[in-house]
């Protein structure tokens, strides 16, 4: 109240400086659109500047507006310091504070040195949104007398090396930004055409699915006849390759360890290997293919079937958005609950002093607590460089203490609330396709809105199980993160028998996720279909999968090579057109889109390619759940019912067919096919 308020040194006119949010520094005033670093050494050595910007830190030196940047290069010389130099001859009066007036200031040349009222060096700048960065072409035409000046601060004679290695960062980062502002206008002339290529990889996949009911047979028995074509033209080249190196005279023995392996490829010896091994896997492969051809004959029929069920519940094509949007209202969340804990604490303001080598400045720097509301240079005079700014948020208190754990709990539970979601996922899928597979009649004894009424059966009687099985999952990925902490911070101290314990524990860990996968995915069907707990369903589902191991692995293998046939059908594809749209060798009759206006034409092929995967992907993991769904059902029908007139068969006629089986009577409606 009683103080009289003083203006700030950085404000024009005596009004109080606003500063700019990006580097807290000045904002500029009409007039003088550039911001200029008295020593913006400070800003590339002591703390990069791109974190500044992102963190809101001050760049610890005095900043003011300029109407235009330096260009070449100046510093105070030597014979400036003496007593009668004018301040006005020396400095130009655009780049010192606007509270200054060299021509009637008092204060000597060393004393506005001190005070950092004018810049006592300066080197060619260039503007950078709004802001002077140093001109890194201009190095090489540095002046010889400007780096060993006797008589300046030690940062002056350093200048040339310090700018050079510390604004090689800061110089990149704006480069990013460039080209990150290119990339933004490739899309936003092109995003209509990305839709199209999105839209495109939608109806491929959707049809390709469609279409495994009747291409299914062909597809797969084409892919098995192509694996034994290669293995047979691989015997073909190694007895080739043998009969050429029949008469050299070089062995094995001859040679010895080699790391050239050319050398290998030249000894009759090594072909002769190669024939033998090929030859035996194409033998097991042929005699594999021959006795399980039944086996293969009903994963086929499965999967013709699932396309059927498929094109009956189209809108189960639709349901991995549900799970997407869920999935991103947990990560939102667990980011707004991290983000909480971690600001909760009440920010800590202290006075720091730009320039912190004058002896006032060093017993208050960082030492000093302040308010940034009330905060005014006029209460340390002999200090007039400081400013007041945030250091951290408070960790005192029992619940400041304990944010570490909380964000642990916070992240354990963003783990287990996103396996839920695929878990609730997984059972409702699984609940509309058995719904389709225990229809005696079908279609006609489907239940309407399938899909919808299984959402709402496994949220009102199946939360319990899934989050019981998503916990399970949670458990054991946390196991393998705080294994792999482990790892990472015990690196540089293990021996190799500690490495080799780690990486079996990992391997282990790793394994057992991946059977705990298959296991919860196969017990929310068993879920879906019987409305028991999860711990029935799983043995449940364990016990029968074994009794029909043999089926399990053709059926999922013959379903991971169609799957994996169809995806890299439907990228490769849709890549290929994209970019043979977006590089200009094709174009569309009177489309008002020209390649010549984008930057890198390759970020929306990668966009393009990349949705196309995502696409494909969310298509296909509802047609592996619809395959592995009506698996169990069939695996169960077999075991349960004997085509009687009490037990009748549930599976198709051409699954019967295929395993010799049939109903006693005959049904009154015709099942379709």
Not at 427 to 450: E, M
Not at 453 to 467: E, Q, T
Not at 484 to 498: F, L
Request: net charge positive.
């Amino acid at each position: 109240m009683g103080k009289k308020q003083e203006t700030n040194p950085d404000s024009e006119y005596g009004e109080p400086a606003q500063f700019d949010p990006m580097f807290n520094g000045p904002m500029k005033k009409r007039g003088r659109p550039n911001l200029f670093y008295f020593d913006f050494i400070k800003c590339a050595t002591s703390v990069n500047v791109m974190a500044n910007a992102l963190n809101g830190f001050q760049c610890p030196t005095m900043q003011v507006c300029v109407e235009s940047c330096p260009s070449q290069f100046w510093a105070v010389g030597i014979l400036s310091y003496l007593p009668d130099v004018k301040p006005a001859d020396v400095f130009n009066q655009t780049l010192c504070v606007p509270s200054i007036d060299l021509a009637t200031t008092k204060l000597s040349v060393q004393n506005i040195v001190d005070k950092e009222l004018c810049p006592f060096f300066y080197m060619p700048t260039t503007s950078v949104l709004g802001r002077c960065l140093p001109d890194i072409t201009a190095l090489d035409r540095v002046p010889s007398y400007f780096s060993g000046i006797p008589g300046l601060p030690s940062s002056v004679n350093d200048t040339v090396n310090q700018m050079m290695n510390g604004t090689g960062d800061i110089v990149n980062g704006f480069n990013a930004r460039d080209i990150g502002i290119r990339i933004f206008e490739d899309f936003a002339s092109s995003w209509p055409w990305i839709l199209v290529g999105l839209v495109i990889a939608m109806v491929v996949s959707m049809l390709f699915l469609l279409l495994l009911r009747f291409t299914a047979p062909v597809m797969v028995w084409v892919l098995i006849v192509g694996l034994l074509g290669a293995g047979a033209y691989g015997i073909w080249h190694c007895y080739w390759e043998y009969s050429n190196y029949k008469n050299a005279s070089a062995t094995i023995s001859n040679i010895g360890f080699t790391t050239n392996f050319n050398v290998y490829l030249q000894v009759q010896e090594t072909w002769l290997a190669f024939l033998i091994i090929i030859s035996v896997a194409e033998a097991i492969i042929l005699l594999t293919i021959i006795f399980l051809r039944t086996r293969i004959l009903i994963a086929i029929a499965i999967i013709k079937e699932s396309s059927k069920a498929i094109s009956h519940m189209m809108s189960s094509l639709l349901y991995p958005l549900v799970t997407f949007v869920l999935v991103l209202v947990c990560v939102a969340y667990w980011g707004a609950t991290a983000l909480y804990l971690a600001t909760s604490g009440g920010p800590i303001y202290r006075v720091v002093a730009l320039n912190s080598t004058m002896n006032d400045c060093k017993s208050i720097n960082g030492s000093v607590n302040c308010d940034p509301q009330n905060f005014n240079t006029s209460d340390y005079p002999d200090c007039p460089s400081t400013s007041c700014i945030f250091i951290k948020y408070n960790e005192e208190g029992l619940f400041q203490r304990n944010l570490f754990n909380l964000q642990i709990y916070n992240a354990v539970a963003f783990l287990w609330c996103v396996n839920f979601v695929i878990a609730l996922g997984q059972c409702t899928l699984a609940g509309a396709f058995a719904s389709y597979y225990w229809a005696f009649n079908k279609p006609g004894d489907i239940p309407y809105f399938p899909l919808s009424a299984s959402f709402i059966r496994s949220l009102r009687y199946h939360v319990g199980s899934l989050a019981f099985g998503a916990l399970i999952l949670t458990l054991v990925q946390i196991a393998r993160m705080i294994l792999e902490y482990i790892d990472h911070k015990t690196r540089q101290a293990q021996n190799p028998c500690a490495r080799f314990v780690l990486c079996c524990m990992k391997c282990c860990l790793w394994c057992l996720e991946k059977f705990i996968k298959f296991l919860n995915r196969n017990a929310y069907i068993m879920i879906a279909i019987y409305g028991t707990n999860f711990c029935v369903s799983a043995k449940n589902a364990f016990m029968l999968l074994m009794r029909n191991v043999v089926r399990v692995v053709v059926l999922d293998k013959v379903t991971d090579l169609l799957l994996f046939f169809g995806k890299l059908l439907v990228v490769a594809g849709v890549g290929v057109l994209s970019f043979f749209f977006f590089s200009g060798r094709i174009s569309l009759p009177g489309n008002t889109f020209r390649t010549e206006t984008l930057n890198y034409y390759w970020m929306p092929i990668i966009t393009v390619v990349f949705g196309s995967y995502l696409i494909a992907h969310g298509f296909f993991s509802v047609y592996n759940m619809c395959v592995d769904t009506l698996f169990l059902c069939f695996l169960e029908d077999l075991e349960r019912n004997d085509g009687s007139l009490q037990k009748p068969y549930f599976m198709s006629k051409n699954l019967m067919k295929i395993l010799n089986k049939s109903n006693k009577a005959p049904k009154k409606v015709k099942e379709k096919e």
